[in-house]
């Protein structure tokens, strides 16, 4: 969404505020995202998880990536430690629940204009309508969970550190990766399971750039923050983005246009 911390902020400051028609919208001050100040990291609490416990699909390469820039940020928070979350049951209540967004927001396209639309919304409304109250109800007891179990880490952690992607970046023509290490993914949503999972919290959730993977691409991070902490992420960003900008290896990758 834009280049730097300070953009992100200024762009929140035009995008939030309280509104009634909205059910999820809280009483908030936009003015407070302006100008904000890095924080202090060495009071940051930190836990890091390179896939969740083994749930979500990772390329070697990027778990090798991630475990470096781990290590170099050993020394630059207050506390660092690994933290896994229960996302055993995250990647099928997502799936219901996201074909059940896809059924309310699509059926009348796919009922109408099947033969234009992407294989992608297909595939999700007619894995919805082949779905149960039951597979439903069951996805609502997992979210439930998955939730108030991801408070719980939250109240010995101010951030969580996850990898930004599963895989190195893919051409577009080529599509979502349909295999990671020698494994077939059984969709296109499970080589995004590293970052469709947080969703499921509510969480606030900052990518930011860090050097480069194994391949020479462009690498980055999630930064997850706590619940409604959407400005003190923020600060935390700030000042991990000065932190890599005077590391060597973790520098933002800029792009050669001329080579482009």
């Given at each position: 969404?834009?280049?730097?911390?300070?953009?992100?902020?200024?762009?929140?400051?035009?995008?939030?505020?309280?509104?009634?028609?909205?059910?999820?919208?809280?009483?908030?001050?936009?003015?407070?995202?302006?100008?904000?100040?890095?924080?202090?990291?060495?009071?940051?609490?930190?836990?890091?998880?390179?896939?969740?416990?083994?749930?979500?699909?990772?390329?070697?390469?990027?778990?090798?990536?991630?475990?470096?820039?781990?290590?170099?940020?050993?020394?630059?928070?207050?506390?660092?430690?690994?933290?896994?979350?229960?996302?055993?049951?995250?990647?099928?209540?997502?799936?219901?629940?996201?074909?059940?967004?896809?059924?309310?927001?699509?059926?009348?396209?796919?009922?109408?204009?099947?033969?234009?639309?992407?294989?992608?919304?297909?595939?999700?409304?007619?894995?919805?309508?082949k779905?149960?109250?039951?597979?439903?109800?069951?996805?609502?007891?997992?979210?439930r969970?998955?939730?108030?179990?991801?408070?719980?880490?939250?109240?010995?952690?101010?951030?969580?550190?996850?990898?930004?992607?599963?895989?190195?970046?893919?051409?577009?023509?080529?599509?979502?990766?349909?295999?990671?290490?020698?494994?077939?993914?059984?969709?296109?949503?499970?080589?995004?399971?590293?970052?469709?999972?947080?969703?499921?919290?509510?969480?606030?959730?900052?990518?930011?750039?860090?050097?480069?993977?194994?391949?020479?691409?462009p690498?980055?991070?999630?930064?997850?923050?706590?619940?409604?902490?959407?400005?003190?992420?923020?600060?935390?960003?700030?000042?991990?983005?000065?932190?890599?900008?005077?590391?060597?290896?973790?520098?933002?990758?800029?792009?050669?246009?001329?080579?482009?």
């Amino acid at each position: 969404m834009a280049r730097s911390i300070s953009d992100i902020s200024l762009m929140m400051a035009g995008c939030i505020g309280n509104d009634e028609r909205d059910p999820m919208a809280n009483p908030c001050n936009p003015s407070a995202f302006l100008n904000i100040e890095p924080a202090d990291l060495k009071q940051v609490r930190v836990g890091w998880t390179e896939d969740f416990g083994g749930v979500a699909p990772l390329d070697n390469g990027i778990r090798d990536c991630f475990r470096t820039v781990i290590t170099a940020l050993s020394d630059t928070f207050k506390s660092l430690d690994r933290n896994d979350p229960n996302f055993s049951d995250a990647r099928n209540c997502f799936w219901t629940l996201r074909c059940v967004n896809y059924l309310a927001s699509h059926m009348e396209r796919y009922e109408k204009h099947r033969d234009i639309l992407s294989q992608n919304i297909i595939a999700n409304v007619e894995a919805g309508m082949k779905m149960s109250l039951l597979d439903v109800s069951k996805a609502e007891v997992q979210w439930r969970k998955i939730y108030q179990d991801f408070e719980v880490i939250f109240k010995d952690i101010d951030l969580l550190i996850v990898p930004g992607n599963a895989t190195p970046a893919f051409r577009i023509d080529e599509g979502i990766p349909h295999e990671i290490n020698g494994k077939k993914m059984e969709n296109y949503m499970d080589a995004s399971l590293i970052r469709s999972a947080l969703t499921l919290t509510g969480h606030p959730v900052v990518a930011i750039p860090c050097g480069y993977d194994h391949i020479g691409l462009p690498f980055g991070l999630q930064l997850v923050g706590k619940r409604r902490g959407d400005l003190e992420l923020l600060k935390i960003a700030m000042a991990l983005e000065s932190t890599f900008s005077h590391t060597a290896n973790l520098k933002r990758a800029i792009p050669d246009l001329e080579k482009l």
